[in-house]
């Protein structure tokens, strides 16, 4: 990608979706703009003990053991989905499909089965295409924003002091529903808001978010951080002048060199070779655009598994802050609510540590009845933030999940 200093339309995916099921809530999936991967039936729970950082190189070790029946190569035979959560100290699961499919933008495609081809049949029960109604009313509950931005004001009053250069603070929205939400149906509604998104669904945790986290496919690592945020008007003419904005803001600006500086010097010990993009483009990601830098590169060997990657880059700047102890000890006595899996890593990882895994942020927490819906918004506080600007933001952020959720 190369630099540039207008608005940016991210490759498009091509149309990987197309075999997704329209319904059903116990399908995991990971779209990619290079290869879509969904699967059913549950063939594998891997869990990993708290700390979940400290026990990922458990996951390589069962997928080595799964016998199953299908072609090799990144994204091929068994593969383990997961949503981790924030809490770096927190267990976590990731799940192992009985029936994986995949496809590549360009068209080819396969099938892993578990135990052999015979399994399709039972793996698929009801084939989760069954109509599901959306529900008819939903109630929206938000935290107060007065005293979210009374929130805001006491985080930038302790960076002003010097405890640390950055927080983010996230808005919690609980909506609740009179029937169940379709996993599935809210993923369709949330790629058409954001085509170029990484969308994911695994465990009741849906969205489609705008930033890879980290990526490896063989030698090549990859890594897409967004920090700096304006909303969006729908007009192309009124958007690109934002872009202008958003390029000249010095606050803006000075948050994503924190998030391009950390992620590069996490992944530089692993690398032979890793070069960023000297200049951030701007990156369209539903109602607002981010300010975004490729960091690309070669890992030297042994190349690491995509979650030692993982587990050492998160949570980033973008969704934590920075100094990353400090940010996260502010998060905790502000935010006063357990984020789940928003912010954490989401994604898939093959038996040989390849893997891609996005930011877990433009997404929704159904509870284990798909009644009740979790969403966060959050955003970077820091010197100087505005808490009014701030509230805005972390509204425009929500929009996309909050349109698809209450759409009846």
Same mark, same amino acid.
């Given at each position: ?47 990993l ?15 080595r ?21 924030y ?9 192992v ?12 495609r ?7 081809p ?9 084939d989760?295409?069954a ?23 006491a %985080?930038? =009053? #302790?960076? /002003?002091?010097?405890? +640390? ?6 808005? !919690?929205?609980?909506? @609740?529903? &009179? ?8 993923l ?10 990484f ?38 003419? %009124?958007? =690109? #002048?934002? /872009?202008?904005?958003? +390029? ?6 000075? !948050?994503?060199?924190? @998030?391009? &500086?950390?992620?590069h ?24 655009q ?7 590169g ?25 100094? #990353?102890? /400090?940010?996260?000890?502010v ?18 990882v ?9 930011v877990g ?6 509870d ?38 209450? #759409?009846?």
């Open positions: 990608m190369s630099a540039t200093t207008g608005l940016v339309a991210r490759p498009e995916p091509g149309e990987p979706t197309d075999d997704l099921p329209g319904t059903g809530n116990d399908v995991v999936v990971f779209v990619s703009p290079q290869r879509t991967l969904w699967g059913d039936g549950e063939a594998v729970r891997i869990e003990p708290a700390p979940w950082v400290k026990h990922v190189g458990r996951v390589a070790d069962v997928l053991h799964i016998d199953h029946d299908g072609p090799s190569g990144p994204g091929r035979g068994p593969i383990a989905f997961g949503a981790l959560p809490d770096r100290s927190s267990a976590a699961t990731l799940v499909p009985q029936v994986l499919h995949g496809r590549t933008a360009d068209g080819d396969w099938t892993t089965w578990t135990t052999g015979g399994f399709l049949a039972s793996a698929r029960s009801g989760g295409r109509t599901r109604p959306h529900p008819s009313n939903v109630v929206v509950h938000a935290t107060n924003p007065v005293e979210w931005m009374r929130t805001i004001a %985080a930038t =009053a #302790r960076i /002003a002091s010097g405890e +640390l250069t950055k927080v983010v603070l996230a808005r !919690e929205i609980t909506v @609740t529903a &009179d029937g169940p939400f379709d996993a599935m149906a809210l369709h509604r949330l790629r058409a808001l954001s085509p170029s998104a969308a994911y669904a695994v465990d009741g945790f849906v969205g489609a978010t705008p930033e890879l986290l980290v990526s490896r496919i063989g030698d090549v690592v990859r890594a897409h951080p967004m920090a700096g945020t304006l909303p969006r008007a729908g007009d192309p003419d %009124a958007d =690109a #002048r934002r /872009a202008g904005e958003l +390029l000249g803001s010095q606050k803006n600006r000075v !948050e994503h060199q924190i @998030t391009i &500086d950390m992620v010097e996490t992944l530089l010990p692993w690398c032979s070779y890793l070069d960023a993009e000297p200049v951030p483009s701007v990156v369209a990601a539903g109602p607002v981010h300010l975004a830098t490729l960091v690309e070669r890992l030297s060997r042994p190349e690491p598994s995509v979650l030692e990657l993982v587990a050492a880059l998160h949570p980033t700047p973008a969704v934590g802050g920075w100094p #990353r102890a /400090a940010a996260s000890r998060q905790a006595e502000l935010e006063e609510a357990d984020r789940g899996c928003y912010g954490g890593p989401v994604g898939w093959d038996a040989d540590g390849n893997g891609v895994f996005g942020i433009r997404g929704a927490q159904l284990e009845g798909a009644r009740t819906a979790r969403v966060f918004a959050g955003v970077g506080v820091v010197d100087g933030s505005d808490p009014a600007a701030e509230l805005e933001e972390a509204r425009s952020k929500a929009q996309s999940v909050l349109s698809a959720l209450t #759409r009846v």
